[in-house]
């Protein structure tokens, strides 16, 4: 089994729509990372959490690190929101070494 | 500032060739990753250096080797290519405190 696992695998929205991502670990982490890959493959970084709720835009991470849960939401989503959305984490014992989800691709129509 | 520049972006191989996959990044990071991503699976940690000078197998290092040139620049190379090998790679680099990671755009390769 994983330990960092990611639902839905794959995710079609209509625009306008409330969308969630989550992601459960199974693992002690120091922290919870969510990225970004879009279609050319580049990957960046959204947040990182370690505790609570960060929001950036349109874009609300949150975790409950006794549940060993996290959720991406977006808001009103966007056809340039679609992209593959990925949840790493860094366990207690790995320093900053990273343990990937294996991503959910989201597609997001107009 | 560039970030993480990451080359080749395309590359195809015969079985046997070997090639080096080159990583520099301008932060002055200390840690500097190699990641190889396939279908179905999440990216997996081949080799990481924690700062210069040092190196250190990840998850699945069989079949390559890295260099740590300097701090600047962590290179990947893969002596004698095999099919499992395709694969696309990253090079990443995290921020003091794993606050953030910066990825280089990714090398996609193909060993035929």
């Known amino acids: 089994k994983n330990e960092v696992e990611q639902s839905p695998q794959n995710l079609t929205a209509q625009e306008g729509e409330f969308i969630t991502i989550n992601c459960s670990y199974s693992?002690?982490?120091?922290?919870l990372h969510w990225l970004q890959q879009h279609p050319g493959g580049g990957i960046v970084s959204l947040f990182m959490?370690?505790?609570g709720k960060k929001k950036h835009g349109r874009l609300i991470a949150t975790i409950n690190i006794q549940e060993k849960h996290s959720s991406l939401h977006i808001t009103a989503s966007h056809p340039r929101d679609s992209a593959v959305y990925i949840c790493?984490?860094?366990?207690?014992?790995?320093?900053?070494?990273?343990?990937f989800g294996e991503g959910t691709q989201l597609t997001v129509n107009p | 500032n560039a970030g993480v520049t990451q080359t080749p972006k395309f590359q195809v191989l015969k079985t046997g060739q070997s090639m080096t996959l080159q990583c520099a990044q301008d932060?002055?990071?200390?840690?500097m990753y190699w990641y190889r991503q396939d279908p179905g699976m999440g990216l997996r940690l081949i080799y990481y250096?924690?700062?210069?000078?040092?190196?250190d197998k990840g998850e699945v290092p069989n079949g390559y080797n890295v260099s740590r040139l300097n701090k600047r620049e962590f290179s990947l190379r893969l002596e004698s290519a095999a099919p499992s090998q395709t694969s696309v790679y990253f090079c990443?680099?995290?921020?003091?405190?794993?606050?953030?990671?910066?990825f280089g755009q990714g090398t996609r390769l193909t060993v035929v």
């Open positions: 790493a984490v860094a366990k207690r014992t790995s320093g900053s070494r990273l343990t």
């Open positions: 693992v002690g982490i120091s922290a």
């Open positions: 959490l370690s505790s």
């Open positions: 932060m002055n990071h200390n840690s």
């Open positions: 250096s924690a700062s210069e000078g040092t190196t």
């Open positions: 990443a680099t995290p921020t003091k405190g794993n606050a953030e990671a910066f």
